[in-house]
């Protein structure tokens, strides 16, 4: 608990309204996108770079917990006071400095919300490609300390694949600058990307430089549909072997199509056991050659059926369901848990195989998201979190999916994080020696264990 | 000093012919491209990790420096018994044990010469996008701890951007592996990334995952020469700008440009001041007109002529100019010292005339060749090490280049690292907290300090 004294040190330095503790706030603050609850001491909203050093020296020398936090759209238990203590958020903290064009960077604050960024810059003929589902809510802060990505990760990367600089209070309240504006830096370790996908554990991000691209002047997008979910699984792997960058390559299996059809009266052909959504940007020259080539693999590949937007309005149509998957999933039964297994490319067919037979093992729904073009999967389970017998099932299927993953030459998170979520499979990835070295590093940074505790080591 | 039962166990582990310690040998291994001479106690010669792993074992015990050495092309002296030691050597490391094409990515030995993965890959149709100068020499091993960039890197990034997972054999000798061959991996610290750079004071790589793209199936090369320099910089900034995302953008000035017209007998203009060289990849079709596209550009910007290659022949001598540089350059004093200074690209005019500015205060010859497209300067100092009076200027003069780097928002090194070369600058970038903090990482890894300790910490 925070003594009344050090609230009142708080309020004196974010200003009165600044400091949080109703009951009201504090339930309002103490879960994020992934379920559990847990009800932190406080909230604090910092304004300024100084404020924050300021707070996270008293919070050191203290022992308070601190949990930065972004919009809180994580799902994977990353921003809650897992083990008390104080939320630290940043919606004062929502300025765009600056978009360099022709250094091509901006410098952001930490609570700018990614698609205001977007906006922004493509206003200017630019593209900051990071795109989480999220991306209209979340802030830049938590792309960074989740190391987010998004279907155009097929063809740009991830979150850390555009971070050029980082401003960070440690968590002993110095400040650190990281990086800078430019694309080449090779400069002592690499502290900038060592903070992107940290979860909050290693400092707090307080500004942000990052890469930005030219706006591809056109963009192809495509259906395709399958009658069997392996050829468009297959399909897949050729498509990225083939040479083409498609810019997203969605999959979507059959029980989610069910649950669409149901819920949004999008229309398939009976036989629909999977689809392809293909979406390739670049000059318009060589696009119109690049979806002819698309379909015609999808075709030679088995698919009955390929559609090609021709128009935006039609794109957006195609869109659709990929878009009203989760909302529709989250009708079907209580709960919904998005599972984020990723394989290499070539091992998704098996690892959907895998998915559909943990499905009837253990007599669950689950059906399949996968952002397929990187291998990255999102098996959604459906299920109800009261059912203990059911939700013991689900944990088994889940230890064995993350396996067989591994097994595969996969990872236990490609774009969601570890969290509290996964905390529990990090011995399965990685040997005892691997997570020593990260508490080590964990140590260097955060002496005291103050800043996100609960999370991931 | 290695005792003579250490020697003895060094080579029962590695085999009689695989531990050096002749003078020949030991001259050989005493220096890098880098000048300074260190001699070394003796260079070992692994087969394999396992070897490696009890190698370290030892010299962790015996607190013998450890320092591992891929082709020894790096310009930072990083490969050097600065503190004395043990060269650890990898050319029996030199196999490609993987190329899987689905999944985009192949599995090396870091004694792979970087061109024969090159060749390798592209024999498939595939492309490793890195190619600093050194390839036909240097190592994946040596390229991964240095980082290294090269020309492509205004389109494809540097090393960084292409490993996906290393194993790695810790200064204590236990092996740990990161990363895999997935393209997204969110899961704990990004120990993969923190290796990169990391110049071979974290661990020893043992095996390196690499993520490879399509190779394009066209380029085309463009060549513009400026009667001003400012004007030729400017232009750089203009296309990056505009939307083009050149595979490579040098810039060469009138210094470097006077020189390969003595030597090679090139021809440029007489008013010639500055060259760029141009190069753009992908789809045939868009590619015409982007060359179109950077022509005009170039008029515009007062380009006094703009050839474009009509043949690969054509291209590679466009090429020439370019190639011969660091050549031609050498002949001309006894010594020359290449820098590394980096700058956001907006900044680039300025930092041009900064360096002609240098020249002219320390009175110094000094060429200028720029990986132009991505802020990457290289100044080339012509001088003689001999000449004490003529190096205290070269000094002044290189520690103000970088200075002014920092203060226009740019870095100490771009692309060729920190080693010995540039230790006594860190402090000038980062603030003493920073380089505790990595510090700090350094002990976490090597609590003994014998990897590489002579090194830029």
Redesign the interface.
């Known amino acids: 608990m925070i003594s009344t004294s050090i609230r009142r040190q708080f309020r004196s330095i974010v200003g009165e309204d600044w400091f949080l503790d109703t009951p009201e706030d504090l339930a309002t603050y103490s879960y994020d996108a992934f379920l559990p609850e847990f009800k932190p001491d406080g909230v604090i909203v910092p304004q300024n770079t100084d404020q924050i050093s300021r707070i996270m020296y008293i919070a050191n020398r203290e022992k308070i917990n601190i949990i930065p936090r972004g919009a809180g759209t994580n799902i994977c238990g990353s921003s809650v006071a897992r083990k008390g203590g104080m939320i630290m958020a940043f919606h004062r903290l929502n300025k765009i400095l600056e978009i ?6 901006a410098v952001v604050q930490p609570g700018v919300v990614n698609a205001e960024l977007q906006k922004e810059v493509e206003k200017k ?1 630019l593209m900051y490609p990071p795109d989480p589902a999220s991306l209209f809510v979340s802030t830049l802060g938590g792309n960074v300390a ?2 987010a ?1 998004g279907p155009r ?2 063809k740009y ?2 979150t ?2 555009y971070v050029l600089g980082l401003e960070v209070v ?1 968590p002993t309240g ?1 400040i ?16 900038t ?2 903070m ?3 979860e909050g554990t ?1 400092g707090i991000i307080t500004e942000i430089t990052v890469r930005l ?3 591809p ?1 056109a963009k192809a997008t495509l259906q395709a549909v399958f009658s069997d979910v392996d050829d468009a699984a297959k399909t897949v ?2 498509i ?6 498609p810019t997203t390559l969605e999959l979507v299996d059959r029980v989610v199509l069910d649950v669409i059809k149901d819920y949004g009266g999008a229309e398939f052909p009976p036989e629909a056991e999977a689809l392809l959504l293909i979406e390739v940007d ?2 318009p ?2 696009l119109a ?2 979806g002819e080539r698309i379909k015609e693999f999808c075709k030679e590949r088995g698919a009955i059926q390929v559609d090609r937007a021709t128009s935006n309005e039609e794109a957006e149509k195609l869109w659709q369901a990929r878009r009203s998957a989760f909302g529709a999933v989250a009708r079907l039964r209580p709960n919904c848990i998005v599972e984020d297994a ?6 998704l067919p098996e690892m959907i195989r895998k998915i559909v037979n943990l499905a009837e093992k253990y007599r669950l729904k689950i059906g399949v998201l996968a ?1 397929a073009g ?3 999967l999102h098996p959604l389970i459906m299920t109800d979190l009261r059912d203990k017998e059911e939700m013991d099932r689900v944990d088994q299927a889940v230890e064995e999916l993350y396996e067989a993953a591994i097994s595969m ?10 969290g509290i979520a996964k905390d529990r499979f ?1 011995s399965k ?3 005892e ?3 020593e ?2 508490r ?2 964990k ?3 955060d002496p005291n264990n103050i800043l996100n505790p609960g999370s ?1 080591l």
């Open positions: 360099d064009h022709e250094s091509m960077c003929g989740l190391n990505g990760g097929v990367g991830v850390r694949d440690l110095d650190i600058r990281t990086g800078g504006k430019t694309l080449k830096n090779v400069t002592g370790y690499d502290l990307r060592l992107c996908g940290s290693l691209v030219p706006l002047t792997s050729s990225i072997a083939s040479g083409i960058v670049g000059e020259s060589a050659a690049q990723t394989v290499p490319v070539k091992r952002h990187d291998g990255n030459g996969g990872t236990l998170s490609g774009e969601h994080g570890i990090m990835e990685f040997s020696r691997t997570i070295i990260m080590g590093i140590r260097v940074f991931f």
